[in-house]
Structure formats: structure tokens, C-alpha cells
């Protein structure tokens, strides 16, 4: 029985642990599938680096068309990340028939809609377990475990370089700077970290998840994203007090035809399955309507879990293709026709619980005058902490109030920052906590 045989293009760090998991696991690849899965061609623009794996040197090549015009090779996997080429070279390899493995979630955020509808016209898979959450197979969960519930919400973190900081922070006291700086000295951050510490990256993953869930197209650009660089250990130390710990959470529900989607910091309690979630650990939470709450954890990165995810994917498309069939679980999770245009929530329109930290002149009336201009925009006050004097001009005063709407609360501290009796920009959290949302204002 002849092989089937899968082209790499990109062998860097993931491509280099796909190679290794198809070596050192080809016995129980070959048992679970029944047949030889063969990696007939490697494309990459870099031959002479080591990648720590060996591999025939026959099967490697600098030029694309070698998988792409082979019509031996019926699986091709993109793991050369970035929009372009590799939006190009798959729809490229779509139209060749050939199914599609990909780990690139930037791409399928902004391109996702477009390959997705060109895979079911041309009636082959594209498969994309490793853009999400690494190796812990939450695509798949929803697409196929979860098929019988009207999901309702998921919140989770979904980017393991934002968590190792803010565990950082939260364990050693560090600032923003220091616990990025070895975050990068560790290989877990880039050099240019913006896409992880801005919430851009978990943006990507969200907007996967939500159309998933949700049985829509993707809205990534919909999505309110905001990252954690302004978070300073003095709020860390505030949440703790209050019972709370920092993390920057990717959050959506569904109600209605209409989606809200963020990313965010948040203050999640302490002892709640998230916010013991630390390092580069991810974790989603995902609620259905007949199976309740239920939650993934497990490494959301890194060469070898995700790997492992696109390894998985590959033997998933292997079995269609022994059975002749394709597209049997839609790429989307629903037939494309069945897609439906959902509202998304404006950020403004968001309602929930805030910590606001103030820095303000420690004299009379000032608790006053900022209670006064939040009861105008019908923001009620849970509980209030306020420190005594200190040498620097002004003292913090924090707030947690019982749920209000995102717009009031924007132009309250609009409001609020303009008094002569405040300093400097005010903090602004989210809290997420169930047991606030039934509290009586």
C-alpha cells in the first residue's frame, strides 16, 4: 500500500517539531492510521540551519511549486506564519485539490472567511488545530464534542507571553519592563513583542473561537483588544488585597444574534480555575447549554505542543483521504450556508463590574467630587479603598463599582481627570466575577 504523502513549507521551530513527532512517533502514527504517512518534500527558504532534526537532503527545496505542483503530495502544511506568501500558497493549494494544514492564526483571522470558502468550493479540508491554544486540542472540542450545545460564552488566556509576565508580576513584584526583558531572555517573547503584550495575538485566536462557536464568519477587526503594558504593580498588589488576581483575558458570549468579543486585562478571583493558570500556560473555559461549564488547560505554544496539534491534524485529513471523503466536519464547524451575520457588540455598549484607581490631592471633598461625577453617569460605587499620604503629589484611591455601561464609565473618568483636585491618568480595569453580576446597586 503506497504512503501518502504530506510537503512541509516552513521549517523553522514548529516545522522542525512536526519533522520530529513524525519520526520519533511513526510507529503509533502508522498503527493508529493503518497506513505509512510519508513526508516526501521540505520547502524553506533557510537549507543550511540546523533545526536539530536529520532529513534526507533530497527532500528539501527552496521553491514551493515543488509540493504545490506535485500531484503525489494530497496534505500540504503552511508553517511559515505572516499574511503573505502564505495566504497565496494555500489558496494556491487549494485549487490544486490538496487539503491544507496551518498553524498560522494571524492569517486565518484576517484571511480565515476567503480560504474558508474557497476550501468548500473546491471541496477539500483545511485543518487548523495548532493556530489556537497550541496543544490542547480546543478547536476540535468545538467543532466536534460540542456539537450538540448552543455554546453560550468562553473566556479564557489564550497567550501564554502576556501570562508569564503578569505571573511574574504577581510573584516577584516586578514591573511591566522587567518581567518582559526576561520573558524575551527565556525565547518567550520576541523582540517585538507587540503582537502578544497588546492583545493582538489573543484578538486572532478569539476571533477563530467566537465564529466556531457561534456559527459565524470571522470579526477580528470587531474585536475590542487591549493589552497589559500599562498595568503597574501597585494595581497587582490592589487586586490582591481585594482578592484578586491580573490577567489578560480573552472573553466573548453569545445572546441573540449578537456577539461581544474582548480582550482585555482582567481582575478574575483568586481560587477561580483561571487565575491559577500561571507562566506560559493556557486555558480556555467554554459553556454550553446542556454540558455546563467546561475547561481546557495545558501549553498554548511552543515547538512541541503545537506540533503535536499539527501532527494530529495532519492524521485527521490522512483518515478522510483513506475513506474518500472530505469536508465531513466543516472547516467553520457549520456548512458554510448556514453561517449567520451576528451583531457585534460596540465596546461602549459593555457592561460590567470596574476597579478605577485615581490618584488624588489628599484633602477634604475629593472622595466627594469623584462619587459625584460617577452617580451622574449612574455608576455606583461597590467598595473603596483609599490610602494615607505619601511623599509624591497624590494618593491612589480605588474603587470597584457594581455594574455599569462601558460609555458611562469612559466619560465619568473623562469628567473625573479633569478636576483640579486629581493627578495623571486613571487605571482602569475589568473585573470578571460572577458573584458581583446579581449584586444590588
Not at 493508529?32 to 521540505?42: A, F
Not at 465564529?211 to 487586586?239: K, M, W
Not at 503545537?306 to 466543516?330: F, H, M, Y
Request: glycine share 10%; hydrophobic share 40%.
Amino acid at each position: 500500500m503506497k504512503p501518502l504523502n504530506v510537503g512541509l513549507i516552513g521549517f523553522g521551530t514548529v516545522g522542525s517539531g512536526v519533522v520530529r513527532v513524525l519520526q520519533e512517533n511513526r510507529d503509533v502514527i502508522r498503527q493508529r492510521l493503518g497506513q505509512e504517512l510519508l513526508l516526501k518534500r521540505i520547502v524553506d527558504q533557510d537549507l543550511q540551519r540546523h533545526r536539530g532534526v536529520s532529513v534526507p537532503k533530497q527532500i528539501l527545496s527552496e521553491k514551493p511549486q515543488d509540493i504545490l505542483g506535485d500531484p503525489e503530495i494530497s496534505i500540504v502544511v503552511e508553517l511559515i506564519g505572516g499574511e503573505e506568501p502564505a495566504r497565496s500558497l494555500i489558496l494556491e493549494a487549494i485549487e490544486a485539490g490538496k487539503h491544507v494544514v496551518t498553524a498560522n492564526k494571524a492569517l486565518l483571522a484576517s484571511h480565515g472567511n476567503e480560504i474558508f470558502e474557497f476550501a468548500q468550493k473546491r471541496g477539500v479540508d483545511v485543518a487548523f488545530e495548532g493556530a489556537v491554544c497550541g496543544g490542547i486540542p480546543v478547536i476540535r472540542a468545538i467543532r466536534e464534542g460540542l456539537a450538540a450545545n448552543r455554546i453560550r460564552a468562553m473566556r479564557g488566556i489564550v497567550n501564554g507571553t502576556s501570562n508569564y509576565i503578569l505571573s511574574e508580576m504577581t510573584k516577584e513584584g516586578q514591573d511591566f519592563k522587567t518581567a518582559l526583558s526576561q520573558a524575551q531572555a527565556l525565547g518567550y517573547a520576541e523582540a517585538d513583542p507587540t503582537l502578544d503584550v497588546e492583545g493582538i495575538d489573543a484578538a486572532h485566536k478569539l476571533a477563530i473561537l467566537s465564529a466556531l462557536a457561534y456559527g459565524t464568519r470571522i470579526h477580528f477587526r470587531e474585536i475590542y483588544v487591549e493589552g497589559i503594558s500599562r498595568i503597574q504593580p501597585i494595581d497587582i498588589a490592589f487586586a490582591m488585597e481585594l482578592g484578586y488576581k491580573i490577567k489578560l483575558l480573552a472573553l466573548s458570549r453569545c445572546e441573540e444574534q449578537e456577539v461581544e468579543a474582548r480582550v482585555h486585562p482582567a481582575m478574575v478571583p483568586m481560587g477561580s480555575p483561571i487565575s491559577t493558570v500561571e507562566g506560559v500556560y493556557n486555558a480556555l473555559q467554554i459553556e454550553g447549554d446542556a454540558v455546563g461549564s467546561t475547561f481546557f488547560y495545558g501549553l498554548g505554544a511552543g515547538m512541541m505542543p503545537t506540533a503535536s496539534a499539527v501532527v494530529g491534524d495532519i492524521i485527521e485529513l490522512a483518515r478522510n483521504l483513506l475513506k474518500g471523503i472530505s469536508q465531513r466536519v466543516p472547516c467553520l464547524a457549520f456548512p458554510w450556508e448556514q453561517l449567520r451575520e451576528h451583531r457585534i457588540r460596540p465596546m461602549e455598549e459593555v457592561t460590567t463590574n470596574y476597579y478605577l484607581r485615581f490618584t488624588a490631592m489628599d484633602r477634604p471633598g475629593v472622595l466627594s467630587a469623584i462619587s459625584g461625577v460617577l452617580a451622574r453617569y449612574d455608576i455606583s460605587i461597590l467598595s473603596v479603598v483609599q490610602k494615607g499620604r505619601r511623599a509624591e503629589p497624590g494618593v491612589p484611591i480605588v474603587m470597584m463599582t457594581h455594574e455599569a455601561r462601558e460609555r458611562g464609565v469612559r466619560r465619568a473618568i473623562e469628567e473625573i481627570e479633569a478636576l483640579p483636585v486629581t493627578v495623571g491618568r486613571t487605571q482602569l480595569i475589568r473585573i470578571e466575577d460572577e458573584s458581583l453580576k446579581d449584586s444590588k446597586r
